[in-house]
């Protein structure tokens, strides 16, 4: 009887420890207890639900992802508070903003925007 790991199994370990520390470099500044600078002036429970809902498309210094639009950096200079609650809620026209209606209560929603419009 053979003790110890094959060739296989050590090729299959080195490949899962290999892709778990790649998978642990994603996702930028925002692992762990640090804050991003364009965090840092919202509300706890603001910042928590950015990091978990919108993190990945928006950033996390709001400077978009996924295109020009989702850059948020600015997103008070062009829209009032109603307009991005909108958004959030609804959608936006063109289908690359999701709707969040049904995801987030009326209250996530109206916080998410009311810091938002401060960003000018």
Request: one cysteine or more; a neutral charge; proline letters at 3%.
């Amino acid at each position: 009887m053979k003790s110890g790991l094959g060739k296989k199994q050590i090729i299959a370990v080195s490949s899962c420890v290999l892709l778990l520390a790649i998978l642990a470099g994603c996702g930028g500044p925002m692992q762990g207890s640090k804050t991003s600078k364009a965090l840092s002036d919202a509300p706890p429970e603001t910042a928590a639900l950015f990091q978990s809902r919108c993190l990945s498309c928006h950033g996390s210094e709001l400077q978009g992802r996924v295109g020009e639009k989702t850059n948020l950096q600015q997103i008070g200079a062009r829209l009032a508070a109603a307009d991005i609650a909108s958004r959030i809620r609804d959608g936006s026209e063109d289908g690359m903003m999701p709707a969040f209606g049904k995801q987030l209560s009326e209250e996530e929603i109206e916080g998410l925007a009311g810091w938002l419009v401060g960003k000018q």
